[in-house]
């Protein structure tokens, strides 16, 4: 559950804009599903003309009364509101249990009062899914109590935070978001780069980006490689250097090449996830940063085309690789300093298939590319990882991976088939690992990346048997659904929805 605090100043205006249409027309039936008082009594009607106007004033009256009695005591941005949603994937509640939710979260921010205080008025509203597909539900709560004292809040989002992994557990919801334990967090996509790629049909900008950065940190040995492979892939590139030193490169940006005569849309690297921050990939290479000439003359990494026949021979090897990669890591205890590089490695390989599989940035590979690396991600002030012979490995991967480009027919698909099915078992052990590490956040983000993929391991045990020449790469494959069942037996119930 994923809670957004805003504040505000008119609650008449807030509930126009619950009531109305939405920025997309995405509010559907909007009602009260919870409130301070009795639904019934607080929900606003229809004007009788038309049937399309809400009557809202009533309502509004009654959230505004402690405030005005609170008169020049009263807290200036004294409306606030929170938005809780579910991840898309999660799929609906019914009506009954978002009310549920709506007071119990209330409660536990403190809004409800207690025997040596009044409590605040409030009301949970519910409508259609959010432009993203996700179901949720807004609260609006005035910052003053019943008898006119005024609410000063502190930390309120911090605790609203708190709040919801408590509201997680007592509900049975999934814990998708490690940021919230301490990782590095990930930007979210603004409502304009959602609209942008809806009208084109593609994926967002800033996905397609921290998909193609994050594949060419696959295997790359150093700084100047890992510059060169993100302009191979055909991405703009730009350092920004230290005001006090220009030759000293402290950022960069990243933007796909524009068609026609637009301009291009930059992205700095922390904006596409918080582990591709310039200062936390300069933690995998312990020797000093290149000068900002290199950067700004950095070659493209050579570019091989290979035929089909060793295209396949690279992906057939590539699985094999991966298999055996798989049962060491499911031999790792929890805790072992090979965990934090090889999880990174396993998310920037996942990347780098999801390139190969599904070039356009849209498919199960790169849903569950996108959260393993939220469950790859490492603490904000984390140190560098140890050394790991499996993310060495994984890497050494991901390099002739990198050769290949796509499958040109039928016959290539069903060969690279089977190295998706060897790196869908890599992610099913990782959550695996992660669920008995006790990393709720980070096992629940790694579930949902083998959820994404485990119609593609259940393809896979027919197909690349049947289907591949050569070496059996796709021997001891497990019954799918035990598989799902050692993730999270709710993520792929989920899923379906």
């Known amino acids: ?92 509640l019914d009506d009954a249990t978002w009310g549920r939710i709506a007071a119990r979260f209330v409660a536990e921010m403190g809004f409800t009062g207690s025997p040596d205080r009044a409590g605040c008025r409030w009301i949970a509203v519910r409508h259609g899914l959010s432009a993203r597909g996700n179901d949720h539900v807004h609260l609006v709560v005035t910052l003053a109590t019943e008898d006119g004292a005024p609410v000063w809040l502190r930390q309120d989002k911090r605790r609203s935070q708190q709040v919801a992994d408590l509201i997680e557990d007592e509900f049975g919801l999934g814990k998708w978001t490690p ?28 996905e397609l980006l ?90 493209s990494a050579e570019s091989t085309t290979l035929r089909g026949e060793d295209r396949m021979a690279v992906w057939r090897s590539s699985a094999a690789a991966l298999e055996a990669i798989s049962g060491r890591l499911a031999g790792v205890a929890p805790g072992s300093p090979q965990w934090p590089a090889a999880a990174r490695a396993s998310a ?73 099915v060897q790196a869908a078992r890599l992610v099913v052990a990782l959550a695996e690992l992660r669920a008995a590490e006790q990393q709720a956040h980070a096992a629940g983000a790694a579930a949902r990346a083998a959820a994404h993929l485990m119609p593609l391991l259940a393809q896979g045990a027919v197909h690349v048997e049947r289907d591949v020449p050569g070496p059996r790469v796709a021997r001891k494959e497990p019954d799918a659904a035990r598989a799902r069942a050692r993730v999270d037996p709710a993520v792929d119930q989920q899923t379906q929805r």
């Not at 409130?35 to 038309?50: E, K, M, T």
């Not at 809400?54 to 938005?83: F, H, M, N, T």
């Not at 390099?399 to 027919?409: E, I, K, S, Y």
């Open 210 to 299: 921290r998909r193609q950065v994050r594949a060419a940190l696959a295997g790359a040995g150093n700084e100047a490689e890992w510059v060169a492979r993100m302009r191979t892939a055909g991405l703009l590139v730009a350092a920004r250097t230290a005001a006090t030193d220009r030759d000293q490169v402290v950022g960069y940006a990243v933007a796909l090449r524009p068609a026609g005569a637009s301009k291009p849309r930059w992205y700095a690297g922390r904006s596409l996830d918080g582990d591709l921050s310039l200062p936390q990939i300069r933690k995998r290479w312990p020797d000093a940063p290149p000068p900002a000439s290199q950067w700004k003359t950095a070659d």
């Open 1 to 92: 559950m994923i809670p957004k605090v805003t504040y505000g100043t008119r609650v008449r205006g807030l509930l126009e804009y619950l009531w109305g249409p939405g920025k997309v027309e995405e509010h559907v039936n909007p009602h009260l599903v919870a409130g301070y008082d009795d639904v019934s009594l607080l929900a606003p009607g229809r004007h009788d003309r038309d049937g399309e106007r809400w009557s809202l004033d009533e309502l509004a009256a009654r959230l505004d009364a402690p405030q005005i009695a609170a008169g020049e005591r009263g807290v200036k941005q004294y409306v606030w509101q929170c938005s809780l949603s579910l991840p898309a994937h999660e799929g609906q």
């Open 348 to 420: 920037e390989l996942l990347a780098r298939v999801a390139a190969v599989t599904e070039p356009s940035g849209r498919g199960p590979v790169t849903r569950a590319a996108d959260a393993l690396a939220r469950a790859a991600a490492p603490p904000r002030r984390a140190p560098a990882p140890a050394a790991s012979t499996i993310a060495a490995e994984l890497g050494r991967v991901a390099n002739a991976l990198m050769v290949t480009g796509p499958a040109r027919d039928g016959g290539e698909a069903a060969v690279l088939l089977a190295v998706v």
């Open 179 to 206: 940021g919230r334990a301490g990782a590095t967090r990930r930007p979210e996509l603004t409502r304009p780069e959602i609209e942008r790629a809806r009208r084109v049909d593609q994926a967002p900008d800033r």
